[in-house]
């Protein structure tokens, strides 16, 4: 009987294709959902400890600008335990509550599917919902899982996602076909869910810290080529308009007499641009709702700041470089609170439009840990 089903639940803080609303019916183009082939050894923590390589750069969970919560303190797992599940003959079925980053959630699945057939829904809910007051709201990050007999055939699937009073739901209404339930997912007729949420201080002003180190080395594993898209498809657009001007030879001449002919001190004066002003702009260009690689690309563009900071705190340090080592130094510094161009316009805007971005290394399905694993949705 349904009624004789226990739900065990436990919570682990680790300190170290549809997604939607189930009463929306909206369909967010890039969200992930990972089909049973996947290799779940690639989303394991496991992993990460046992010293397999990462790709990601070096990340520290201790170096964000201010004392609040830092992202390990915001992130948590979660696992479900569903014993009887063929026993189940509710339409949906609620976990106990769990915390993660000073918020109570839990899971709500439709065993026969919300508004579908066929297939198992599942969604992570803000609990007390009801309470929360009008202008709550919260940026998480999460991945939901289908635990298989076999791990490398688990169901994994992330999103991001704003929670708030009115949307406080969001997941999947066809997470995976009921059909492929018993291929290894339910096992002595327990089903296991597992889940990571990651809550997201976010900042208007400047990049930020947005994932728990494991989290995050886990994620980039999965969307490394997706992030390097991002960034090779916002560089190429403004070196193809950069290159066109140089290559109009009148135009480029004209321009460079211009501004050699200008007064130095409007000349330094227009090199230089307050900090939180551009940085600002890269927050609002990179870190868009509901594109699940904003937090990875947002940690990227962190820890390139800091680099910045660091190279330009050391400059002094820095010996006279060749011509080839001088185009792998910073196109800028940081002086206080403002962003000061490093060379001279004309020189930096030609070495802008020549230097290419280096190809990060993608593992390959010949790779020892590669990730054979199938992504479904598109990227901006």
């Known amino acids: ?88 003959n509710k339409r949906e079925l609620r976990s106990n509550s769990f915390d993660v980053g000073g918020f109570k959630w839990y899971i709500l699945i439709y065993p026969q599917g919300c508004d579908v057939c066929n297939h198992l829904s599942l969604f992570l809910c803000v609990a007390n919902h009801d309470k929360l007051l009008p202008g709550w709201s919260h940026f998480a990050q999460f991945t939901i899982a289908v635990i298989n007999r076999d791990p490398k055939k688990s169901k994994y699937s992330d999103t991001l996602h704003r929670f708030w009073k009115k949307e406080h739901d969001w997941g999947w209404k066809k997470f995976m076909e009921l059909s492929k339930l018993h291929d290894g997912f339910i096992v002595e007729d327990v ?106 690309v947002i940690d990227s563009l962190y820890s390139g700041l800091k680099a910045l900071e660091y190279q330009s705190k050391n400059k002094k340090a820095i010996p006279k470089l060749t011509e080839t080592d001088a185009r792998s130094t910073p196109m800028v510094l940081i002086d206080q609170d403002m962003f000061v161009l490093a060379d001279d316009v004309i020189f930096l805007l030609e070495r802008a439009a020549l230097d290419t971005l280096p190809h990060q290394h993608l593992p390959t399905k010949d790779d020892k840990s590669s990730q054979n694993r199938t992504k479904v949705g598109t990227f901006p």
Not at 242 to 248: G, Q, W
Request: overall charge negative; charged content about 30%.
């Open 191 to 296: 089903l296991t869910i597992k889940a990571q949420v990651q809550v997201i201080r976010e900042k208007t002003d400047r990049p930020f810290r947005c994932l728990d180190g494991h989290y995050r080395r886990e994620l980039i594993r999965v969307y490394l080529s997706n992030v390097e898209q991002v960034c090779r498809r916002f560089i190429d657009e403004r070196r193809s308009k950069l290159s066109r001007l140089i290559e109009d030879k009148l135009g480029w001449s004209s321009f460079s007499g211009f501004w050699l002919a200008m007064d130095p001190s409007v000349r330094r004066h227009m090199t230089r641009e307050k900090t939180e002003t551009i940085l600002k702009v890269i927050v609002k260009q990179f870190f868009i709702e509901k594109e699940v690689t904003s937090t990875l």
């Open 1 to 88: 009987m349904a009624s004789d089903r226990i739900m065990v639940d436990t919570l682990t803080e680790d300190n170290g294709g549809d997604a939607r609303s189930s009463s929306s019916e909206e369909m967010p183009s890039d969200q992930q959902s990972h089909p049973g082939d996947s290799l779940a050894e690639w989303r394991s923590s496991e992993q990460v400890e046992n010293g397999t390589p990462s790709t990601s750069p070096a990340y520290s969970d201790n170096d964000d600008d201010d004392c609040g919560p830092r992202p390990s303190d915001l992130y948590g797992k979660f696992t479900w335990r569903i014993d009887n599940f063929s026993q189940i």
